[in-house]
C-alpha cells in the first residue's frame, strides 16, 4: 500500500488577501497600525458579513436538526397564526364603533388611542406580562414569574413539531393579542374627557401587571382559579370583564362629560358616523371568529362548532337588543342593535365550546337584551359611558361567565349537574371584580396624583380633543363642531 506523504507544512499566512477565514481576525489585530491599506480595509469590512453568514449557518444547522415538519405541526401553527391575525384586526373595529359612537371633535383622539394601544400592549406584554401569565409559581396559584423574567424563549424543539404543538411565537402572538383587547375596552368608557398622555400609563400598566396577573389565575395550568375548576374558555371575563372594571373606575373617576346631565337626567349626545360603528361592529364579529375557536389552540374537529355557538350567541343578541329597544323606545335603535350583537360575542365566549346550539342563541339573546336594561342602569347612576363598553364588556362579560354555570353541557345546573359549577363561576365573578377594581382605582390614583388629574381642563372638553391634544381635526373640509 502506498501511503502518500504529508503535506508541507505552510508557513502563516504573510499577505492577508491570502489568509483564510479563521485566521484573518488574527492578521487583522497585529496589524491595526497598518488599515490605512484598501486591502485592509475591504477585509474588515467583511468581517460582520463573515459574522452574519455564520449566524444564519447556525440558525440553518438548528433548523436541521428539526424532525419533518408534521401535517398536525403545520395546520395548527398556522391556524393559530391566522386567528392572532383576525384578533389583532379587532383593534380597528373598536376604533370605528368608539369613534362613530362619539362626537366628531373627538373622533382623532379616539382613533389614535385605539390605534397605539395595540403597540402598547405589544410592547408591555412583551416585556413583563407574558412572563407574569404563564410563568412558574412564585406565590403558588396567586403569582407566576418566568425565569428569565423579560421577554421569552421563541426555540422551537423537536418535540413540539413531534406533538404538533404551537411555537413560542406563535402561541405569543395569539396571547398578546388578546391583551391588547382588554385595553381597548378601557378607552370606550374614558372617551372624550380623558387626557392623552394618562391614558396611555394606564394602559401600560393594565397590560404590563393587572391583566396578566388576573389572567394567570385561570390560564396558567397551576392558577388557582383553574384548580378550582373555574370556567372561561376564551375570556368573557379574564378579557372583558377585567377591561370593563378598570375602565368604569377611570370613568367613575373622571366624571360625566359636560352636558350628559342636566338636571339629573341623562342627555343623548349622540355619535357623529353611525356608518363607521356598524362596519367597526361587522369587523369585531368577524373579528370573534380569531377570539373564539383560535381558543381551541388547535386545528380539529371543535374549532367549527365553536363557530356556529359563536355566530348563534351574536345572533341572539343582535335580535332581542333590537327588540327590547323597540319597545322600550317605540322604535329600534341602531346603536341598541350593534351593542346587542356584541353583548352576544361577548356573552357566548366563556362557554362557546360546551354548549348545545339552542343554549348558544339563548345566552346570546339574554345577553343582548342585558345590555339594553345595563345602559339605562348605568345613565341612572350618573355614570358616562359614551358607548355602552361597561354595559357589553362588564355586564355581558359577567352574565357570559355565569351563564356556564347553567348552561354547560357537562357540568351545568339545566343539565342537571347541580349548583357546584355556578357556585365556582361566582366565586371567579367576584374575585376578578375584586382584584380589578383595587389595582385600577390605585394606578388612575397614582396617575391623577402625579400628574394633576386624568381629565382635560373644561375648555379644552368644549373645543375637542382633537385640536386640545392633537391639534388636528378627523374632518378638516368640514366646519368645525363643538357638539
Not at 444547522?61 to 401553527?77: D, G, I, R, V, Y
Not at 351593542?339 to 365550546?353: E, K
Not at 386624568?454 to 368644549?462: A, F, G, L, M, Q
Amino acid at each position: 500500500m502506498t501511503v502518500a506523504p504529508h503535506a508541507p507544512r505552510r508557513h502563516a499566512s504573510r499577505r492577508l488577501q491570502e489568509a483564510s477565514l479563521n485566521e484573518a481576525p488574527a492578521l487583522l489585530l497585529r496589524r491595526l497600525r497598518g488599515l490605512t491599506s484598501q486591502r485592509g480595509l475591504i477585509w474588515l469590512a467583511c468581517v460582520p458579513l463573515a459574522l452574519f453568514g455564520l449566524g444564519v449557518f447556525n440558525l440553518s444547522a438548528h433548523a436541521a436538526e428539526l424532525p419533518e415538519l408534521t401535517l398536525a405541526f403545520l395546520s395548527n401553527n398556522l391556524f393559530i397564526f391566522i386567528c392572532a391575525i383576525l384578533v389583532i384586526f379587532m383593534n380597528a373595529g373598536f376604533a370605528m364603533v368608539e369613534a362613530g359612537m362619539c362626537r366628531q371633535k373627538n373622533a382623532v383622539n379616539i382613533l389614535l388611542k385605539n390605534l397605539i394601544v395595540f403597540a402598547l400592549a405589544a410592547s408591555a406584554y412583551w416585556l413583563i406580562g407574558f412572563s407574569l401569565m404563564y410563568g412558574d409559581p412564585v406565590v403558588s396559584g396567586w403569582l407566576f414569574i418566568k425565569s428569565t423574567f423579560f421577554f421569552f424563549d421563541p426555540t422551537v424543539t423537536p418535540d413540539m413539531v413531534k406533538d404538533g404543538a404551537l411555537v413560542p411565537s406563535v402561541d405569543f402572538l395569539f396571547q398578546v393579542a388578546f391583551a391588547g383587547t382588554s385595553a381597548t375596552i378601557v378607552s370606550g368608557l374614558v372617551a372624550e374627557r380623558i387626557k392623552f398622555k394618562e391614558f396611555v400609563w394606564f394602559s401600560l400598566i393594565l397590560v404590563a401587571f393587572i391583566y396578566p396577573i388576573a389572567g394567570s389565575w385561570k390560564w396558567n395550568a397551576e392558577g388557582w382559579l383553574n384548580k378550582l375548576g373555574f370556567i372561561d374558555f376564551a375570556g368573557s371575563t379574564l378579557v372583558h370583564s377585567v377591561g370593563a372594571w378598570a375602565g368604569l373606575v377611570g370613568a367613575i373617576i373622571l366624571g360625566p362629560r359636560i352636558g350628559k346631565f342636566v338636571g339629573g337626567k341623562p342627555m343623548a349626545l349622540p355619535g357623529h358616523n353611525m356608518a363607521i360603528a356598524t362596519l367597526g361592529c361587522l369587523i369585531l364579529w368577524i373579528g370573534w371568529y380569531g377570539f373564539n375557536p383560535g381558543s381551541v389552540l388547535s386545528m380539529n374537529e371543535t374549532v367549527p362548532y365553536v363557530a356556529v355557538t359563536t355566530t348563534l350567541g351574536a345572533a341572539g343578541g343582535a335580535i332581542s337588543g333590537t327588540l327590547l329597544s323597540a319597545i322600550r323606545g317605540g322604535k329600534p335603535d341602531l346603536t341598541m342593535t350593534v351593542n346587542g350583537i356584541l353583548a352576544g360575542l361577548v356573552g357566548i365566549t366563556a362557554g362557546c365550546d360546551s354548549y348545545s346550539m339552542v343554549g348558544a342563541w339563548v345566552v346570546g339573546f339574554i345577553a343582548g337584551g342585558l345590555v339594553v336594561l345595563s345602559v339605562a342602569v348605568v345613565d341612572g347612576l350618573k355614570i358616562d359611558d359614551p358607548v355602552g363598553a361597561w354595559s357589553v364588556h362588564g355586564t355581558c362579560g359577567i352574565w357570559g361567565t355565569l351563564a356556564v354555570g347553567l348552561f354547560h353541557q357537562g357540568n351545568g345546573l339545566l343539565y342537571g349537574h347541580g349548583f357546584n359549577q355556578l357556585g365556582l363561576q361566582i366565586l371567579g365573578v367576584v374575585a376578578y371584580a375584586i382584584f380589578a377594581i383595587v389595582t385600577s382605582l390605585i394606578a388612575w390614583s397614582v396617575l391623577g396624583g402625579m400628574t394633576g388629574g386624568i381629565r382635560v381642563h373644561e375648555s379644552e372638553e368644549i373645543e375637542g380633543l382633537d385640536i386640545s391634544e392633537h391639534g388636528m381635526e378627523a374632518y378638516p373640509d368640514f366646519a368645525p363642531s363643538a357638539k
